[in-house]
Each structure stands twice: as C-alpha cells, then as structure tokens.
C-alpha cells in the first residue's frame, strides 16, 4: 500500500492484467493466459528502491509451466510466421500507437520499479519505441536479392525466421531493451519469450498487455519470470532456437556458453566501461554539461553511462568547474519533478557501489566528490548514492571495474594519441567520446578509437534503429545485434535459391558428373 501514496500526482494507481504494485504477484503470460504459474513454491521480490515497499513478487517459474509456455511458442510461430508480413506491419503499428499512448503508464512503472526519473523512464520508453517504430517496416527490410547468374539461371535469398527465441534482459531498461527484442523477432516471423530483470518486470507486463491489444495472437509474445533457474531453462529447451541476451559480464558470458553448447544463436551485450576525452579547444560549457549528464543521470547504471574522463593537457584545470556542476545535481524519488538522480537498484547495489569509492581512497585516488553517505529527506531507506568524482589511475580497482553507479573516475593524459592507447587497453568496447573543435582530432580519434560506438562532442552516443547497436570488445559476444539491419540478420536465417529454367531443346543428353565450371 505504502508506495502507492508516493506516486506522483500525475499518477492513477496502475492497474494492468499481469502487474500488481501492492504487494500481489507479478504474472506470467503462457500462451495468452495471464497466470503465476501452478503450484508456485518461491517468490522474489520486488522493492521500491527509495523506499524498500514490497511492491511485488515475481514467480520462480516451475519448469512445467516453462515446459507450457513453449509449447504455446511454438505453437503460435507455426501460424505467425506463415502470417504476411503485411499484417504483421499492422500489428506493429497499432502497437507503436498504444505504446505513445500508454508512455506515461509504463514510465511510472519503471520509476516505482527501478527508481529512475519520471522524465528519463519517458525515454526509457522512447528509445525502445523508436526500434518498433523501425520495425514497422518490415516488408522493405525483409526483401532479399536476386541475381541472374547465367542467361538461364537466377539466384536469390530470402530470410525467414528461426522459430521461438528468448530475450533475456537486464534491470536498467526495463521498457527500452525488451521493446528491441519484442519488435525485432515478431516482425521478422519469430515468436518470442521475454525474461524480464526479476528486480523490474513492470514495463514488460505492460507492453505485453498492449501487443494483446495490438492485436498480436496469442503464443506469439511470452512472458516468463524467475532468475537463474528460468535462464537455464532457456538455455537448455531445444525448441529454443535464440537467445538475445543484455546484461553483466558474467551471466552474458555463462548463457553465451550454455545456450552455445546446446547449438542455439546466441548474442550477449555486457558490461561497458565508457570513457571520454576533453581536448583543451572543446567548448567548455557544452563539454562540461555533456559530461555531467551522461555521468551521473540514471545514476550512472546505463550501458552507455560516462564512466572514465580522460583529461588531456591542461583541461584537468576544468575539474573544479566540473565538480561544481554536478555537485548542483538533485538526488531523490524520481517522481520527484526536481530530481536529477534517482536511487541505485538495490542496497547491494549500493553497498557494492560504495565499496568501489572506498577501495579508491585505500589504494591512493582523490576523491574530488563523494556522494557516499548522501541523505536525501523523507527517504531515510532509498539506495542513494550521490554523484562522485575520483582523481585515479589505471591500475586502481575503481578504473579496473564497471561500477554501474553515479561515480565518474578522471585519469590523464599528456596526449592524444595517450589518451586513445589507454582507452583502447581497456577491455571493453561499448562507446567513447571526445569533445573538441577540431575536424582533424575528431577524424583521429574517430578512425583509431577501437570501440563500437563513438560519440563526437556527443556523450552517450546510441544509434538511431536505421543503425544497428554496436558495441564491441569485450562488452560483446556473438555476432550481429540488437537491433537495426544487424538485427534483422540475428533472428532470421537465409535461404538461397537457385533456378534453371532452360529451354527442352537445350537440355544436356548425358549425365554430368564433374561440379559445373
Ligand atoms: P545481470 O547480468 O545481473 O542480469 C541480467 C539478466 O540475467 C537478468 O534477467 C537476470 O535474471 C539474469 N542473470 C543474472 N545473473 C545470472 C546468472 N548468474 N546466471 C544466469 N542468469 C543470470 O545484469 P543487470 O544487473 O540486470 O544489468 C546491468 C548490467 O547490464 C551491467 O553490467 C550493464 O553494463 C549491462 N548492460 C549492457 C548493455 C549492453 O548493451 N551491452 C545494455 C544494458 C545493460
């Protein structure tokens, strides 16, 4: 009850078919039943990170109902993907339609679930309705070639879908990275099975509920909850032919092994650790503004959060104009209007959090911030950290590590070319930016960066869905993407023609038993 009274004023209780937020569980969605599951024996539960309500609980999912809910995926795909694609567009545009509608809804969802603000969980919702939106044209992105390769003959490709698959997703998007998967597999002929982040499985009830509406049939769309056990699951069921993975490094890696050994297509988006660079020519203002966004909004647990500034020559002297900047940041409830910074995920994550900026100060940083300790008024239990700065180097555990919090680490260096080489030493390769005026260091950079997605004089540089997201490195495993052209290839498969259409006459009198030349 207690949470309820906390939403904004904006905000009518929400009130959808598989989510609760008083306490009654979160639900599954096996082949268009709405239900926990039989003979549920384990619950996890979901807190509201400001405050610590229990606001829901997620089922364990006993294996007969995941055994269920993939025999209704599999059902579903015989029918959906012999639907034409035509009527598969429309599915997706009324779907987009519902979901500008409902953008409210779900934003409030994943502020009371995940703690972000209410004006960035409105981009959460963007950022995936934007892949739908893509999506929507699926019957151009779907055509294959055809090429005449002799005067008798044609070769051409065509795609079709790969038959159920799973997204398994992580807690920090909680509308935007299911809305990738569930746009991409279902307009490619795909039926698909959505595991949404067991700490915020609000947004994905939601959206679920909408592609209902949409009219998308029953089977096509599946939502199953649980942790590792449900993971494994899917991992192992052979009917399971994909799995589309995003989250930490070591679950990404785990699934990319599992479900690989079991001969499943597997791509796995993980951790990051994303640096930017400030030339001394940079424009200040907009530079210093950038950074102090992309650093500390969301708390710093984005994917593509800022998390290492590289100051290069004497732009370290721009620190303390920094530091000011985000010391001006609010942290607080996100539904909260004049909030900047929401609270972390969980106590542990808090906990875990504050230990990084400790082993900082053990092993020699400077702490120019420390949001360790912040308190923040009527919300004495909320998992809050402050925005923090750490002067460090790069073999201090705060450099080493992905922190996934509102902790901006600043090293040096005396060069350009220093800076690129230390960034492209890192293992990971999500993004990395640089600020500077000069068309010459940003083609530099640009060329010699070795990361998947680069931002000039941009900080969190996320491609638009005509784009494909392109992460690499370390923060990789598996080809092809999320979404965008790279997408299409993961959740389809090519089939190649070839015809020979020659006149009887012409036809050979002998057996040829020599490969054609
Ligand atoms: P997480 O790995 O803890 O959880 C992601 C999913 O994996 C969840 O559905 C969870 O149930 C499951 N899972 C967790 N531990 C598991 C285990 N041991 N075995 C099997 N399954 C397991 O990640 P998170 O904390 O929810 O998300 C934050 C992480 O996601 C960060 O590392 C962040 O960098 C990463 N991320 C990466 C991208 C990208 O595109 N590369 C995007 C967003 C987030």
Same mark, same amino acid.
């Given at each position: 009850g207690r949470p309820l009274a906390r939403l904004s004023s904006t905000s009518p209780p929400i009130n959808w078919k598989g989510t609760s937020t008083s306490g009654g569980p979160s639900l599954n969605l096996i082949g268009g039943d709405w239900t926990p599951g039989r003979g549920v024996t384990e619950w996890l539960d979901v807190h509201d990170p400001s405050t610590q309500a229990l606001l829901t609980r997620v089922p364990q999912t006993p294996r007969a109902d995941m055994l269920r809910l993939v025999d209704g995926a599999q059902a579903a795909f015989e029918a959906w993907s012999e639907t034409s694609v035509l009527r598969r567009q429309d599915v997706l545009l009324k779907l987009q339609a519902l979901i500008k509608d409902h953008t409210d809804d779900i934003a409030r969802s994943i502020v009371l679930e995940q703690g972000k603000t209410f004006a960035d969980a409105k981009g959460d919702v963007l950022r995936g309705l934007q892949v739908v939106i893509a999506a929507a044209g699926i019957p151009s992105l779907l055509m294959g070639d055809k090429l005449e390769?002799?005067?008798?003959?044609?070769t051409e490709t065509r795609r079709v879908p790969l038959g159920v698959g799973a997204? +398994?997703? $992580?807690? =920090?998007?909680?509308a935007m990275i299911p809305l990738w998967s569930i746009a991409m597999a279902i307009a490619t002929g795909n039926t698909l099975i959505v595991k949404p982040s067991e700490r915020d $499985?609000?947004?994905?009830? +939601?959206i679920a509920e909408l592609a209902e509406r949409a009219g998308l049939p029953k089977g096509v769309l599946s939502v199953l909850h649980g942790s590792v056990p449900a993971v494994n699951f899917l991992c192992?069921? $052979?009917?399971i032919k994909a799995i589309s993975f995003v989250g930490s490094s070591?679950?990404?890696k785990y699934i990319y092994d599992k479900a690989g050994a079991n001969g499943k297509r597997v791509q796995a988006n993980l951790g990051a650790k994303n640096h930017c660079i400030i030339m001394p020519d940079a424009n200040r203002n907009h530079t210093l503004n950038s950074i102090v966004g992309a650093a500390f909004g969301a708390a710093g647990q984005r994917c593509m959060a800022l998390s290492v500034l590289v100051t290069v020559g004497d732009t370290e002297e721009w620190l303390p104009d920094l530091i000011e900047r985000a010391q001006k940041l609010k942290v607080g409830n996100g539904f909260d209007e004049e909030v900047d910074i929401g609270p972390l995920i969980s106590p542990a994550a808090k906990q875990r959090v504050e230990g990084v900026i400790a082993s900082a100060e053990k092993e020699g940083g400077k702490i120019l911030l420390d949001g360790r300790g912040v308190k923040v008024p009527g919300y004495p239990d909320g998992n809050f950290?402050?925005?923090?700065?750490?002067?460090?180097?790069? =073999?201090?555990?705060c450099y080493k590590e992905e922190i996934f919090g509102p902790v901006l680490v600043i090293v040096k260096a005396d060069t350009l070319d220093d800076a690129i080489k230390l960034i492209n030493r890192n293992e990971y390769g999500n993004g990395a930016a640089i600020f500077t005026r000069s068309g010459a260091v940003a083609r530099k950079f640009e060329k010699e960066i070795n990361v998947g997605q680069i931002g000039i004089n941009v900080p969190i540089p996320v491609p638009l $869905?005509?784009?494909?997201w392109s992460g690499n490195k370390g923060s990789v495993l598996g080809q092809t993407s999320l979404y965008g052209p790279l997408g299409i290839e993961f959740w389809t498969q090519h089939k190649t023609t070839t015809a020979l259409w020659r006149s009887e006459d012409a036809l050979e009198s002998k057996a040829a038993t020599v490969m054609p030349t």
């Amino acid at each position: 009850g207690r949470p309820l009274a906390r939403l904004s004023s904006t905000s009518p209780p929400i009130n959808w078919k598989g989510t609760s937020t008083s306490g009654g569980p979160s639900l599954n969605l096996i082949g268009g039943d709405w239900t926990p599951g039989r003979g549920v024996t384990e619950w996890l539960d979901v807190h509201d990170p400001s405050t610590q309500a229990l606001l829901t609980r997620v089922p364990q999912t006993p294996r007969a109902d995941m055994l269920r809910l993939v025999d209704g995926a599999q059902a579903a795909f015989e029918a959906w993907s012999e639907t034409s694609v035509l009527r598969r567009q429309d599915v997706l545009l009324k779907l987009q339609a519902l979901i500008k509608d409902h953008t409210d809804d779900i934003a409030r969802s994943i502020v009371l679930e995940q703690g972000k603000t209410f004006a960035d969980a409105k981009g959460d919702v963007l950022r995936g309705l934007q892949v739908v939106i893509a999506a929507a044209g699926i019957p151009s992105l779907l055509m294959g070639d055809k090429l005449e390769v002799a005067k008798d003959m044609d070769t051409e490709t065509r795609r079709v879908p790969l038959g159920v698959g799973a997204a +398994i997703c $992580p807690f =920090n998007f909680p509308a935007m990275i299911p809305l990738w998967s569930i746009a991409m597999a279902i307009a490619t002929g795909n039926t698909l099975i959505v595991k949404p982040s067991e700490r915020d $499985p609000g947004a994905t009830l +939601i959206i679920a509920e909408l592609a209902e509406r949409a009219g998308l049939p029953k089977g096509v769309l599946s939502v199953l909850h649980g942790s590792v056990p449900a993971v494994n699951f899917l991992c192992e069921e $052979p009917r399971i032919k994909a799995i589309s993975f995003v989250g930490s490094s070591h679950a990404g890696k785990y699934i990319y092994d599992k479900a690989g050994a079991n001969g499943k297509r597997v791509q796995a988006n993980l951790g990051a650790k994303n640096h930017c660079i400030i030339m001394p020519d940079a424009n200040r203002n907009h530079t210093l503004n950038s950074i102090v966004g992309a650093a500390f909004g969301a708390a710093g647990q984005r994917c593509m959060a800022l998390s290492v500034l590289v100051t290069v020559g004497d732009t370290e002297e721009w620190l303390p104009d920094l530091i000011e900047r985000a010391q001006k940041l609010k942290v607080g409830n996100g539904f909260d209007e004049e909030v900047d910074i929401g609270p972390l995920i969980s106590p542990a994550a808090k906990q875990r959090v504050e230990g990084v900026i400790a082993s900082a100060e053990k092993e020699g940083g400077k702490i120019l911030l420390d949001g360790r300790g912040v308190k923040v008024p009527g919300y004495p239990d909320g998992n809050f950290v402050g925005p923090t700065s750490i002067q460090a180097d790069v =073999n201090m555990t705060c450099y080493k590590e992905e922190i996934f919090g509102p902790v901006l680490v600043i090293v040096k260096a005396d060069t350009l070319d220093d800076a690129i080489k230390l960034i492209n030493r890192n293992e990971y390769g999500n993004g990395a930016a640089i600020f500077t005026r000069s068309g010459a260091v940003a083609r530099k950079f640009e060329k010699e960066i070795n990361v998947g997605q680069i931002g000039i004089n941009v900080p969190i540089p996320v491609p638009l $869905p005509m784009f494909s997201w392109s992460g690499n490195k370390g923060s990789v495993l598996g080809q092809t993407s999320l979404y965008g052209p790279l997408g299409i290839e993961f959740w389809t498969q090519h089939k190649t023609t070839t015809a020979l259409w020659r006149s009887e006459d012409a036809l050979e009198s002998k057996a040829a038993t020599v490969m054609p030349t």
